[in-house]
């Protein structure tokens, strides 16, 4: 295949802006590729412009590039570094933003799960809570049982004040905490994260 003809299929590629890419999620994808916001902060005075069509539209300065695109619509993206000068192109905001969102809502749940005893102290504890939020932060469901194993029959007062130090540290990372399903003297907490990995427009 002749250099041209790669250039061209790496062009259609990113043209069609797949919601994947190599393997990787769409906004794992958006978020690697090089934002240019200013002429002065790039390495290159000029660059090959893809068009909307997707047809290459030859050498064209950055700075007029800039001057002339709408850049609360777009944002102006080199997606192909190792071309001399680069190849880029505009990727609109609203619909990168609404691909990455469809995707998120697409994307199987991954429930991690944490399991303690009501002896637990405070310092693993918390460091259970830190793993916790971690994974909440990435939208997984978290499961957390805390069981009587090994532990004499206690108050169900002080249980509540372990659940309740749990629910507290983790609620801000929660965007739904289920009622804590009670067997005997142990407890299963759920609770499905937020996540924080969704792409924004600017």
Not at 48 to 60: A, D, P
Not at 66 to 73: G, N
């Amino acid at each position: 295949m002749s250099h041209l003809s790669e250039l061209s299929a790496r062009i259609s590629s990113f043209t069609r802006v797949s919601p994947f890419y190599r393997g990787f999620h769409f906004s794992s994808f958006l978020s690697s590729l090089r934002k240019i916001e200013s002429a002065n902060n790039y390495d290159h005075a000029y660059v090959k412009f893809v068009n909307q069509e997707g047809k290459l539209e030859g050498i064209i300065s950055v700075k007029k590039l800039l001057a002339t695109i709408d850049r609360e619509k777009y944002w102006l993206v080199e997606i192909e570094s190792n071309e001399n000068p680069p190849i880029c192109k505009l990727i609109e905001k609203k619909l990168a933003y609404e691909k990455s969102k469809k995707q998120i809502q697409n994307t199987p749940i991954v429930t991690k799960e944490l399991q303690m005893t009501w002896k637990v102290d405070d310092h693993d504890l918390m460091h259970k809570i830190s793993r916790a939020k971690s994974w909440l932060v990435k939208g997984y469901q978290v499961e957390i049982v805390i069981s009587n194993r090994g532990v004499q029959k206690k108050k169900r007062a002080l249980d509540r004040t372990i659940m309740d130090k749990i629910l507290n540290e983790l609620k801000e990372y929660s965007k739904e905490i289920r009622e804590p399903k009670w067997t005997g003297g142990s407890v299963i907490l759920q609770m499905t994260g937020k996540g924080v990995d969704n792409e924004k427009t600017e």
